[in-house]
């Protein structure tokens, strides 16, 4: 059986990602230094794989210990979650991030060259796009400067990858997400926002749950039909799906280095999904419209025809279903905390 060493396996879109890998028949073996998840994941996790999952709780950036994970396993390829996601910290705290996410990365790569690992597969994300002039957005749609030092961390991770895999035996599949929501059908896993959310889907869930009062919409006077901002919203399991179609093909490319936007292709506006919201909860959610946020890009969605073919991964997804499947874990964890 093929090992993977997922990195950040435990956090939200690397639980998704364990439980597919292993109903995809690899072993997993997950480094987690639980700055941003609970060690309990991992038993919500193979309650629904109903396979074990090797952990261990330690820090990518820490030399010993990624040599010794990497002596005591044979790894077929790694997939590399573990960063710092935080937009409005990232701003306030730059040297934090850059030392998590550039320097983990350095060290993950550093580890994998000398230990013999090939295959990796990188989280980057749509902020490395900006304010695109053309939509959908292609690979090849030039990357612009970023708007925080979060979306910096994910240019220069993308080009030391890019330059690394120019000399050094290594294949690379750099996933651009659009916008992941929702959490596992089961409601086991899903994602724990760090204080007030300043994420829609989870702002909106707490909402319903009487956790926040209202949702402010931040804006409707942008130039798309009803006024407010367009995201590609992507439920999370299938997200998770395309690392496995990636570690699929990650070392049968003709390059050593890919990369693939991970979106559903359509676009959907801030009152779409308070409407998808609202259908499948049943729930009226309380909300006002306030000024524009920030930095907020006015549309984006994604070009999804290379990964469709070359992956042969699609979005199975809705907006309807990420939005339930949201509520669900919403209502799980709003049990266990009352
Ligand atoms: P998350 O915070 O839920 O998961 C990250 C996990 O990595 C956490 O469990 C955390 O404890 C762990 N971690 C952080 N630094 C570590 C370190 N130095 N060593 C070991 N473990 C460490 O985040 P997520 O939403 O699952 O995001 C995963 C990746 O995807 C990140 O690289 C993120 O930047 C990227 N991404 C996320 C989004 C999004 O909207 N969630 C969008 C685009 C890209
Ligand atoms: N929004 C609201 N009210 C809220 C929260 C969000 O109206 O309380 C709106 C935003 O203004 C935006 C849309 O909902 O129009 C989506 O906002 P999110 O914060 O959920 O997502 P963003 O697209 O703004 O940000 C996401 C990730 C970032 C990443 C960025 C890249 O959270 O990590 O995509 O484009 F950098």
């Given at each position: 059986?093929?090992?993977?060493?997922?990195?950040?396996?435990?956090?939200?879109?690397?639980?998704?990602?364990?439980?597919?890998?292993?109903?995809?028949?690899?072993?997993?073996?997950?480094?987690?230094?639980?700055?941003?998840?609970?060690?309990?994941?991992?038993?919500?996790?193979?309650?629904?794989?109903?396979?074990?999952?090797?952990?261990?709780?330690?820090?990518?950036?820490?030399?010993?210990?990624?040599?010794?994970?990497?002596?005591?396993?044979?790894?077929?390829?790694?997939?590399?979650?573990?960063?710092?996601?935080?937009?409005?910290?990232?701003?306030?705290?730059?040297?934090?991030?850059?030392?998590?996410?550039?320097?983990?990365?350095?060290?993950?790569?550093?580890?994998?060259?000398?230990?013999?690992?090939?295959?990796?597969?990188?989280?980057?994300?749509?902020?490395?796009?900006?304010?695109?002039?053309?939509?959908?957005?292609?690979?090849?749609?030039?990357?612009?400067?970023?708007?925080?030092?979060?979306?910096?961390?994910?240019?220069?991770?993308?080009?030391?990858?890019?330059?690394?895999?120019?000399?050094?035996?290594?294949?690379?599949?750099?996933?651009?997400?659009?916008?992941?929501?929702?959490?596992?059908?089961?409601?086991?896993?899903?994602?724990?926002?760090?204080?007030?959310?300043?994420?829609?889907?989870?702002?909106?869930?707490?909402?319903?749950?009487?956790?926040?009062?209202?949702?402010?919409?931040?804006?409707?006077?942008?130039?798309?039909?009803?006024?407010?901002?367009?995201?590609?919203?992507?439920?999370?399991?299938?997200?998770?799906?395309?690392?496995?179609?990636?570690?699929?093909?990650?070392?049968?490319?003709?390059?050593?280095v890919d990369v693939f936007n991970v979106g559903t292709g359509n676009?959907?506006?801030?009152?779409?999904?308070?409407?998808?919201?609202?259908?499948?909860?049943?729930?009226?959610?309380?909300?006002?419209?306030?000024?524009?946020?920030?930095?907020?890009?006015?549309?984006?969605?994604?070009?999804?025809?290379?990964?469709?073919?070359?992956?042969?991964?699609?979005?199975?997804?809705?907006?309807?279903?990420?939005?339930?499947?949201?509520?669900?874990?919403?209502?799980?964890?709003?049990?266990?905390?009352?």
């Amino acid at each position: 059986m093929k090992k993977i060493l997922v990195t950040g396996g435990l956090g939200y879109i690397g639980s998704h990602t364990v439980v597919e890998l292993q109903s995809s028949g690899y072993d997993v073996v997950v480094i987690d230094n639980l700055d941003n998840s609970t060690e309990g994941v991992k038993e919500q996790i193979v309650s629904i794989s109903g396979r074990s999952i090797d952990l261990v709780i330690g820090d990518v950036n820490d030399e010993q210990t990624m040599n010794r994970l990497f002596q005591e396993h044979n790894f077929y390829g790694v997939i590399h979650f573990a960063a710092y996601k935080a937009v409005g910290e990232s701003v306030d705290n730059p040297i934090k991030y850059y030392q998590n996410n550039i320097t983990g990365l350095i060290c993950l790569l550093g580890a994998m060259e000398r230990h013999g690992v090939q295959n990796l597969i990188f989280s980057s994300s749509c902020t490395v796009y900006g304010i695109a002039e053309d939509l959908p957005v292609i690979e090849d749609t030039p990357i612009k400067s970023a708007e925080s030092p979060y979306g910096t961390t994910k240019i220069i991770g993308e080009k030391i990858i890019q330059d690394y895999t120019k000399h050094k035996n290594i294949n690379a599949i750099l996933l651009r997400y659009f916008n992941p929501v929702g959490a596992h059908p089961s409601a086991k896993i899903g994602e724990f926002p760090n204080g007030v959310p300043s994420n829609l889907v989870p702002y909106i869930t707490q909402t319903a749950a009487g956790i926040r009062e209202q949702l402010v919409i931040h804006g409707n006077d942008y130039n798309t039909s009803d006024g407010t901002c367009i995201r590609d919203y992507i439920h999370v399991v299938d997200l998770a799906k395309a690392h496995v179609k990636a570690m699929i093909f990650v070392d049968k490319m003709p390059n050593s280095v890919d990369v693939f936007n991970v979106g559903t292709g359509n676009g959907s506006s801030v009152l779409e999904v308070v409407k998808a919201f609202e259908e499948r909860s049943d729930i009226r959610l309380n909300y006002i419209v306030g000024p524009r946020r920030d930095g907020d890009v006015e549309q984006i969605f994604a070009d999804t025809q290379k990964i469709n073919h070359v992956l042969q991964w699609q979005a199975e997804y809705d907006l309807h279903d990420m939005m339930y499947h949201a509520w669900l874990w919403q209502k799980s964890i709003s049990r266990k905390i009352n």
